[in-house]
């Protein structure tokens, strides 16, 4: 970042969203490695003239499109902003790959411009709520030792203070027990960077997937050109990028309050439907929280029984108790920010 951080992008449109009159989508353009890249941010009309808000960012493969989520934390007074990531959902171009990822770092270019939207926008605190790889995305942002805009006075006008942080299922970890998990890291690390140039091709739909969407059975209705089925093919490139970014996170500190929200069991492997409902089908939440206990100083932890890897997405109990685990943390929260 740099004192003159508005010069690098430029808002290209402004417009009601797909998602109905009550969301505005605006897109930013920004130079990119090779091309240039677009960033989309989308919020929620209500609570105009609050001063305090929630940004989420998506994980991988993904796009924002949960409208009730929005509406919660409307309900609780904040302001609601979504972030479209480089490359995902919105923000996808014929120019460059779908989820393509030079660095985790990058998408701290995604995340200026969303908060210092929101900054001009009136918001001067910001609890920020990241899933799976968002989640590792904003842990990584935060942990930079320029990431937060109070800790530098001539950041102070351009973004708002990121008070806090929510993390929903994050990818702090590959999906694997902790033991497994440390005697093969070494050979998977070597693996992809070997071979960075290597995808594996995306042909079958995933039985998370089929938790989830009505076409196979599920509850939610999303587009499926932005978050297919079967997944966007995976790039090893991307996978060596997410193994450094775990690395480099775990040999952080961040001493922000932050609530670490996961299914109370992993479901990886199962072979129906009903088995992977019973968990997240997607990540190992041991290795999650080992990890999130080595980087956050200020940690939380709520385990969602039946959770989906998607906390909100999953059935209405679950989803009930994330909301619900949600509004507690930021009500203790809001208290101990009032406390002299």
Known sequence: MSASIGQHWKQV????DLLGADFIARTFAFSGPKTQVHSTLIHHAGNPNAEKAILYVHGYTDYFFQTGLAEHF???????YAVDLQGYGRSIRPSTPPNWCDSIEKYSQDLDIALATMKQDGVNDVVILGHSTGGLVVSTYLAHPHALPERASHYNKAFPAVSGLILNSPFLALPFPPLVLNKISWSIRALVSALPFLYLRAKKINIYSKTLHRKFGGEWDYRLDWKPAEGFDLSFHWLREIIFAQRNLANQKIDIPTLLCHSKISTIGKSTVEETQQGDGVLDVDSMQDAANRTFNNLTTASIPKGFHDLYLSHQ????????????????????????
């Open 74 to 80: 409307i309900h609780l007074g904040y302001r609601f």
């Open 317 to 340: 109990p679950a989803q009930t108790a994330y909301l619900s685990a949600i509004t507690d943390w930021l009500k203790q929260f809001n208290e101990n920010q009032q406390k002299p």
């Open 13 to 16: 449109n402004k417009c009601e």
